[in-house]
Protein backbone atom coordinates (compact mmCIF):
# COMPACT_ATOMS: atom_id res chain seq x y z
CA UNK A 1 0.00 0.00 0.00
CA UNK A 2 1.13 3.85 -1.00
CA UNK A 3 2.57 5.45 2.06
CA UNK A 4 3.40 8.49 1.00
CA UNK A 5 1.53 10.05 -2.18
CA UNK A 6 1.99 12.64 -4.03
CA UNK A 7 0.23 14.51 -6.89
CA UNK A 8 0.68 15.10 -9.33
CA UNK A 9 3.43 13.14 -10.35
CA UNK A 10 4.05 15.12 -13.65
CA UNK A 11 3.75 18.86 -13.69
CA UNK A 12 4.30 21.78 -16.43
CA UNK A 13 3.95 25.08 -15.69
CA UNK A 14 4.57 28.04 -17.32
CA UNK A 15 7.27 30.84 -15.75
CA UNK A 16 5.62 32.97 -13.48
CA UNK A 17 2.63 30.64 -12.53
CA UNK A 18 1.92 30.03 -9.25
CA UNK A 19 1.89 25.64 -9.06
CA UNK A 20 1.06 23.69 -6.39
CA UNK A 21 2.14 20.22 -5.20
CA UNK A 22 0.59 17.69 -3.03
CA UNK A 23 1.54 15.16 -0.01
CA UNK A 24 -0.02 13.18 1.58
CA UNK A 25 0.57 10.18 4.13
CA UNK A 26 -0.80 7.42 5.44
CA UNK A 27 1.50 6.68 8.21
CA UNK A 28 0.23 9.28 10.82
CA UNK A 29 3.92 10.31 11.12
CA UNK A 30 4.83 13.95 12.56
CA UNK A 31 7.06 15.34 10.48
CA UNK A 32 6.99 16.16 6.51
CA UNK A 33 9.47 17.47 4.49
CA UNK A 34 10.12 19.04 1.33
CA UNK A 35 13.13 18.43 -1.01
CA UNK A 36 13.97 19.96 -4.16
CA UNK A 37 16.11 17.17 -6.06
CA UNK A 38 17.63 18.83 -9.66
CA UNK A 39 18.98 16.68 -12.03
CA UNK A 40 21.88 14.38 -11.38
CA UNK A 41 21.87 16.14 -7.77
CA UNK A 42 21.02 14.91 -4.08
CA UNK A 43 17.94 15.70 -2.92
CA UNK A 44 17.75 19.29 -0.86
CA UNK A 45 15.58 20.25 1.79
CA UNK A 46 13.22 23.33 1.77
CA UNK A 47 10.90 23.17 5.03
CA UNK A 48 9.81 20.41 6.98
CA UNK A 49 6.71 20.91 9.84
CA UNK A 50 7.15 18.87 13.31
CA UNK A 51 2.97 18.69 13.46
CA UNK A 52 2.28 22.08 13.19
CA UNK A 53 5.40 23.36 13.24
CA UNK A 54 6.91 24.90 10.42
CA UNK A 55 10.41 24.73 10.02
CA UNK A 56 12.28 26.83 7.14
CA UNK A 57 16.05 25.95 5.76
CA UNK A 58 17.92 29.53 5.84
CA UNK A 59 18.45 29.65 1.85
CA UNK A 60 14.97 28.68 0.60
CA UNK A 61 13.72 31.04 -1.63
CA UNK A 62 10.52 32.88 0.02
CA UNK A 63 9.45 32.20 -3.71
CA UNK A 64 8.63 28.70 -1.99
CA UNK A 65 5.95 28.11 0.78
CA UNK A 66 4.16 25.20 2.53
CA UNK A 67 0.84 24.80 3.87
CA UNK A 68 -0.18 21.38 6.55
CA UNK A 69 -3.91 21.74 6.83
CA UNK A 70 -3.82 18.49 8.94
CA UNK A 71 -1.78 15.87 9.70
CA UNK A 72 -1.76 13.76 6.52
CA UNK A 73 -1.98 16.62 4.12
CA UNK A 74 1.02 19.13 3.45
CA UNK A 75 1.25 21.34 0.30
CA UNK A 76 4.12 22.83 -1.79
CA UNK A 77 3.15 26.27 -3.07
CA UNK A 78 5.92 28.02 -5.69
CA UNK A 79 4.28 31.62 -5.92
CA UNK A 80 5.98 32.63 -8.94
CA UNK A 81 8.04 29.97 -10.46
CA UNK A 82 11.43 30.53 -12.55
CA UNK A 83 13.02 28.13 -14.92
CA UNK A 84 15.51 27.21 -12.37
CA UNK A 85 12.42 25.73 -9.88
CA UNK A 86 12.50 22.79 -12.63
CA UNK A 87 13.06 19.63 -10.69
CA UNK A 88 11.73 16.69 -8.76
CA UNK A 89 10.14 17.41 -5.88
CA UNK A 90 10.10 15.07 -2.97
CA UNK A 91 7.43 14.80 -0.02
CA UNK A 92 9.40 12.36 2.86
CA UNK A 93 7.97 11.84 6.12
CA UNK A 94 9.17 10.68 9.49
CA UNK A 95 7.65 9.26 12.61
CA UNK A 96 9.54 11.48 15.02
CA UNK A 97 12.42 14.16 14.97
CA UNK A 98 16.46 12.45 16.00
CA UNK A 99 18.37 10.18 14.46
CA UNK A 100 16.24 6.45 15.13
CA UNK A 101 13.80 7.91 12.73
CA UNK A 102 14.11 7.02 9.09
CA UNK A 103 12.61 8.85 6.21
CA UNK A 104 9.88 7.45 4.17
CA UNK A 105 9.91 9.34 0.26
CA UNK A 106 6.93 9.82 -1.71
CA UNK A 107 7.58 8.82 -5.40
CA UNK A 108 8.40 12.36 -6.83
CA UNK A 109 6.65 14.95 -8.66
CA UNK A 110 8.49 16.20 -11.32
CA UNK A 111 7.78 19.76 -12.43
CA UNK A 112 9.12 21.70 -15.39
CA UNK A 113 9.05 25.24 -16.05
CA UNK A 114 8.38 26.56 -19.59
CA UNK B 1 27.78 24.93 6.85
CA UNK B 2 27.13 21.31 7.32
CA UNK B 3 28.68 19.30 4.25
CA UNK B 4 28.93 15.75 3.22
CA UNK B 5 31.30 14.51 0.36
CA UNK B 6 30.61 11.25 -1.23
CA UNK B 7 33.14 9.71 -3.99
CA UNK B 8 33.00 8.11 -6.68
CA UNK B 9 30.55 9.76 -8.52
CA UNK B 10 30.44 7.19 -11.13
CA UNK B 11 31.27 3.54 -9.91
CA UNK B 12 30.96 0.64 -12.76
CA UNK B 13 31.85 -3.35 -11.57
CA UNK B 14 31.34 -6.72 -13.23
CA UNK B 15 28.34 -8.56 -11.93
CA UNK B 16 30.10 -10.34 -8.80
CA UNK B 17 32.72 -7.85 -7.52
CA UNK B 18 31.89 -5.88 -4.44
CA UNK B 19 31.59 -1.85 -4.86
CA UNK B 20 32.81 0.53 -1.79
CA UNK B 21 31.01 4.35 -1.44
CA UNK B 22 32.70 6.38 0.46
CA UNK B 23 31.86 9.77 2.37
CA UNK B 24 32.78 12.62 4.53
CA UNK B 25 30.89 14.80 7.06
CA UNK B 26 32.03 18.26 8.38
CA UNK B 27 29.61 18.13 11.56
CA UNK B 28 31.15 16.87 14.09
CA UNK B 29 27.69 16.23 15.77
CA UNK B 30 26.35 14.38 13.79
CA UNK B 31 25.38 10.64 14.73
CA UNK B 32 23.21 9.23 12.28
CA UNK B 33 24.14 8.15 8.73
CA UNK B 34 21.47 6.75 6.54
CA UNK B 35 22.48 5.38 3.30
CA UNK B 36 19.51 5.68 -0.01
CA UNK B 37 19.04 3.62 -2.96
CA UNK B 38 17.51 5.63 -5.62
CA UNK B 39 16.47 3.14 -8.96
CA UNK B 40 15.65 5.24 -12.04
CA UNK B 41 12.57 7.49 -11.78
CA UNK B 42 11.97 5.92 -8.47
CA UNK B 43 11.71 7.24 -4.68
CA UNK B 44 14.77 7.27 -2.43
CA UNK B 45 15.02 3.95 -0.06
CA UNK B 46 16.44 3.22 2.94
CA UNK B 47 18.65 0.29 2.37
CA UNK B 48 20.89 0.45 6.00
CA UNK B 49 21.85 3.05 8.70
CA UNK B 50 24.55 3.70 11.14
CA UNK B 51 24.40 5.48 14.68
CA UNK B 52 27.64 6.95 15.72
CA UNK B 53 27.76 4.58 18.91
CA UNK B 54 28.74 1.72 16.17
CA UNK B 55 31.19 1.00 13.93
CA UNK B 56 30.00 -1.27 11.26
CA UNK B 57 26.58 -2.79 10.43
CA UNK B 58 26.23 -5.58 8.09
CA UNK B 59 22.77 -6.91 6.53
CA UNK B 60 23.14 -9.31 4.03
CA UNK B 61 25.50 -8.42 1.28
CA UNK B 62 25.57 -4.95 2.68
CA UNK B 63 27.66 -3.57 5.32
CA UNK B 64 28.84 0.31 6.58
CA UNK B 65 31.27 1.40 8.47
CA UNK B 66 31.70 4.49 10.93
CA UNK B 67 34.97 5.84 11.68
CA UNK B 68 34.07 9.13 13.86
CA UNK B 69 37.17 10.27 14.09
CA UNK B 70 38.36 10.68 10.61
CA UNK B 71 34.65 11.47 9.96
CA UNK B 72 33.94 8.91 7.34
CA UNK B 73 31.62 6.66 6.20
CA UNK B 74 31.41 3.82 3.71
CA UNK B 75 29.26 1.64 1.93
CA UNK B 76 30.24 -1.85 0.76
CA UNK B 77 28.40 -4.06 -1.52
CA UNK B 78 29.63 -7.32 -2.01
CA UNK B 79 28.47 -9.66 -4.83
CA UNK B 80 27.01 -7.02 -7.07
CA UNK B 81 24.17 -8.27 -9.00
CA UNK B 82 22.51 -5.89 -12.13
CA UNK B 83 19.42 -5.38 -9.55
CA UNK B 84 22.25 -3.03 -7.24
CA UNK B 85 22.47 -0.74 -10.36
CA UNK B 86 21.02 2.56 -8.86
CA UNK B 87 22.19 5.94 -7.55
CA UNK B 88 22.85 5.24 -4.25
CA UNK B 89 23.00 8.33 -1.29
CA UNK B 90 25.03 8.91 1.77
CA UNK B 91 23.69 11.63 4.28
CA UNK B 92 24.37 12.66 7.87
CA UNK B 93 21.66 13.67 10.20
CA UNK B 94 22.47 16.46 13.04
CA UNK B 95 22.20 15.90 16.37
CA UNK B 96 18.81 17.41 16.33
CA UNK B 97 17.62 14.67 13.93
CA UNK B 98 15.89 16.73 11.68
CA UNK B 99 17.86 17.84 8.92
CA UNK B 100 19.38 15.41 6.67
CA UNK B 101 22.35 16.27 4.53
CA UNK B 102 22.71 14.70 1.48
CA UNK B 103 25.71 13.63 -0.82
CA UNK B 104 25.63 13.91 -4.32
CA UNK B 105 25.29 10.54 -4.86
CA UNK B 106 27.06 7.65 -6.48
CA UNK B 107 25.48 6.30 -9.80
CA UNK B 108 26.37 2.56 -9.47
CA UNK B 109 26.73 0.20 -12.88
CA UNK B 110 26.70 -3.33 -12.20
CA UNK B 111 27.75 -5.38 -15.50
CA UNK B 112 26.31 -8.69 -16.17
Known amino acids: DAMVIQNPRYQVTQFGKPVTLSCSQTLNHNVMYWYQQKSSQAPKLLFHYYDKDFNNEADTPDNFQSRRPNTSFCFLDIRSPGLGDTAMYLC?????????????FGPGTRLTVL | GENVEQHPSTLSVQEGDSAVIKCTYSDSASNYFPWYKQELGKRPQLIIDIRSNVGEKKDQRIAVTLNKTAKHFSLHITETQPEDSAVYFCAASNTGGFKTIFGAGTRLFVKA
Open chain 1, 92 to 104: ATSRDLGPNNEQF
